[in-house]
């Protein structure tokens, strides 16, 4: 039962499963070897797994959305150039399989793939001739025609693959990465793991208080289980001895800095392991910064207030600057832990602020809120990709006097320093329609099939006709 359970904790890491639910399962893995203080800890929010509730049913989906393949466009392509590749569609999910796959039917007429100009990149009658085409111009035109969509459709499959790419990393880091051997060469390792990357996908609230912090007491319970040695005060003892580090370390640190890369993780591991994670957030931060650019010079931002403009992609650029901030977090937090923080004093690249709705920056306004302090320091410095790739420069003194200037601990707030994360209180996971909270996953269900909250024109209900 105990590795069924993994199995099914391994597998969540690519789900978008609430907190609650992980928790049971990790009740069912740790059941005999928790604590008291442990099992009243993991309780909170075992007892609110859907297992546990009268209709074990929420409207919320439990994975991140997949990008739509090419299955319509590699369909009707196998019956004009009449192939054999139909034998397994689901496989054109994947953008190297319908690359392939253009290449090869694109050689049949000669056609270079990623060239569909009607104009320039067409073959003429002498051309075809010269090639041994012996097929009608008419003939010739539906078949460039259709790897014109095909090839349409593979620019637009690489692009959606991308930004759920940073979707997924903006929220849980690189916790797809980590393999099932390592993941389950330690169970509280992987208990942590899989409690933690679920509380990193919780959904954003429509709020003005501020978002749930993925670092709560239970997890911070389930990493000091990897830590220190189980307490063993008796329950008579007014006041238990003090936690022990465990004397044989069985800790996968490396699979835990995947997702929680803390300075206290980052000391677990050896100089070269530090060097392997320090190149992967770079990688991904030059990755991130050359797409946000793009966003950027195509989207009409306001970077002054960061409120959402008609025709502003707002959920790809909230999703690619959290992205760009988990990537940053993880590299200043890797720079410090190899005593390379002297780097700062040359290039030091700030946040990406994430749009606001309007009526979000209303309601921050009607309640007296000043304004995020952040927001202020990010009009103070340059752009942050623009700092990366070397066409303009940001010092560590720079962002500095941007913080001191509306009394913004750097430090604290993450700007020249990595972030520290104390334990929150756990809180039950919201049922959600459009970030806004409903106390029933059935009428969250039919709120969300009228539109409601969704800014789109809602269909009104009446309760008389449902």
């Not at 008579?236 to 490396?254: G, H, L, V, Y």
């Amino acid at each position: 039962m105990t590795h069924l359970n993994l199995d099914t904790l391994y597998e969540s890491l690519r789900l978008r499963k609430r907190p609650e639910d992980i928790a049971v399962l990790i009740k069912d893995v740790l059941q005999e070897n928790l604590d008291t203080k442990e099992m009243r800890q993991l309780n909170k929010a075992a007892s609110g797994a859907l297992r546990n509730k009268v209709w074990q049913y929420t409207s919320m989906l439990e994975k991140f959305a997949d990008v739509s393949g090419a299955q319509v466009q590699v369909g009707r392509a196998i019956q004009l150039f009449k192939t054999d590749d139909a034998a397994d569609m689901s496989a054109y999910d994947d953008p190297l399989v319908v690359e392939a796959f253009l290449a090869k039917v694109s050689a049949v007429i000669h056609k270079n793939p990623g060239y569909s100009d009607y104009k320039t990149d067409r073959l003429n009658r002498e051309e075809r001739m010269a090639a041994g085409l012996d097929i009608s111009r008419r003939q010739y035109n539906k078949l460039f025609r259709c790897l014109r969509h095909l090839d349409k459709k593979l620019h637009t499959m690489i692009r959606e693959h991308k930004k759920s790419l940073f979707q997924r990393i903006g929220k849980h880091g690189f916790a797809e990465d980590i393999s099932r051997e390592d993941f389950m060469k330690d169970v509280n390792s992987a208990c942590f793991i899989a409690y933690y990357n679920a509380r990193c996908n919780l959904r954003s609230e429509f709020t003005v208080s501020g978002q749930q912090r993925a670092y709560d007491e239970i997890a911070d319970m389930l990493l000091q289980r990897c830590l220190y040695e189980p307490e063993t005060a008796d329950w008579w003892d007014i006041m238990p001895s003090k936690r022990q580090p465990r004397q044989e370390d069985t800790a996968n640190w490396w699979a835990i800095a995947q997702v929680y890369p803390d300075q206290e993780v980052l000391r677990k591991l050896s100089p070269e392991q530090q060097g392997m994670l320090l190149g992967k957030w770079t990688t991904l931060l030059e990755q991130v910064a050359a797409f946000l650019e793009d966003l950027w010079q195509t989207n009409e931002i306001n970077r002054q207030s960061m409120v959402v403009q008609p025709g502003n992609d707002s959920s790809t650029w909230n999703n690619t600057a959290n992205a760009w901030n988990k990537a940053r977090d993880g590299w200043m937090n890797l720079i410090y832990a190899l005593g390379m923080e002297f780097i700062l004093e040359e290039m030091c690249f700030g946040k990406v602020m994430r749009l606001i709705a309007g009526d979000v920056a209303a309601w921050h306004h009607l309640t007296g809120s000043k304004g995020d302090t952040n927001l202020t320091v990010w009009n103070q410095v340059p752009l942050p990709w623009e700092v990366l790739s070397g066409k303009t420069t940001c010092t560590r003194e720079r962002v500095l006097a941007a913080c001191k200037a509306v009394n913004l601990d750097p430090e604290r707030s993450g700007w020249i320093a990595p972030r520290t994360h104390q334990p929150v209180p756990f809180l039950p996971t919201p049922e959600l329609v459009h970030g806004v909270t409903v106390s029933n996953p059935y009428l969250a269900t039919l709120l969300k099939q009228h539109k409601y909250f969704s800014g789109k024109g809602a269909t009104p209900l009446f309760p008389g006709q449902n």
